[in-house]
Antibody, heavy 122, light 108 residues
Framework: QVQLVESGGGVVQPGGSLKISCAAS????????IHWVRQAPGKGLEWVAF????????YYADSVKGRLILSRDNSKNTVSLEMTTLKVEDTAVYFC???????????????WGQGTFVIVSS | SSDLTQDPAVSVALGQTVRITCQGD??????ANWYQKKPGQAPILLIY???SRPSGIPERFSGSRSGDRASLNIDGAQAEDEADYYC???????????FGGGTRLTIL
């Protein structure tokens, strides 16, 4: 069955960097786009970023544009989200989720991981 | 702020029907989708393409749309349906995908 497992969360100081990852299994990874969505404590879901099936194009939310870099390694079935210049307001559980299509055509997130918690605090 | 607007909270008596709504300009161009989120758990896709239900989702969950407003219906709400519900769609503007602010459903 489809599995997505996030890792790499932890505590980082404001202005610092952190790389979180999503390991996929149970499907043909190279055929599907992958999203990241976050949920800050007590807040709603916020879409963060999307990468197409072949890694050729990434899309970012305005709130993180210029500070996050999304990449994927189809040989290792992993997606990585490198976060730089982190702010206190980036504190959240970060979920990776699989799109039903290669390029995000339909806009829904079909399968989700359990999330990894990123805390930005001094 | 979100470009998809949801009521922050809704309540329903056990076994009754409840409608959760989502409004936004993007819904006139793109389909609405719905998710259930419980504390400490991953979100679950309930409805995609406005009306389609993934396998394993109970039939009491259904979706519809009229103009710029989409709705999630729960017909005969159960105690386990107490959760936060989010709509989402593709975005007409800057962001690729957007989510509504969420609706907390309480079962009375």
């Amino acid at each position: 069955q489809v599995q997505l497992v996030e890792s790499g969360g932890g505590v980082v100081q404001p202005g610092g960097s952190l790389k979180i990852s999503c390991a996929a299994s149970g499907f043909t990874f190279r055929s599907f786009g992958i999203h990241w969505v976050r949920q800050a404590p007590g807040k709603g879901l916020e879409w963060v970023a999307f990468i197409r099936y072949d890694g050729s194009t990434q899309y970012y939310a305005d709130s993180v544009k210029g500070r996050l870099i999304l990449s994927r390694d189809n040989s290792k079935n992993t997606v990585s989200l490198e976060m730089t210049t982190l702010k206190v307001e980036d504190t959240a559980v970060y979920f990776c989720a699989r799109d039903p299509a290669p390029s995000g055509t339909y806009g829904y997130l079909q399968y989700w991981g359990q999330g990894t918690f990123v805390i930005v605090s001094s | 702020s979100s470009d998809l607007t949801q009521d922050p909270a809704v309540s329903v008596a056990l076994g009754q029907t409840v409608r959760i709504t989502c409004q936004g300009d993007s819904l006139t161009s793109y389909s609405a989708n719905w998710y259930q989120k419980k504390p400490g758990q991953a979100p679950i896709l309930l409805i995609y393409g406005e009306t389609s239900r993934p396998s394993g989702i109970p039939e009491r969950f259904s979706g519809s749309r009229s103009g710029d407003r989409a709705s999630l219906n729960i017909d005969g709400a159960q105690a386990e349906d107490e959760a936060d519900y989010y709509c989402n769609s593709r975005d007409r503007r800057a962001n690729f995908v957007i989510f509504g602010g969420g609706t907390r459903l309480t079962i009375l």
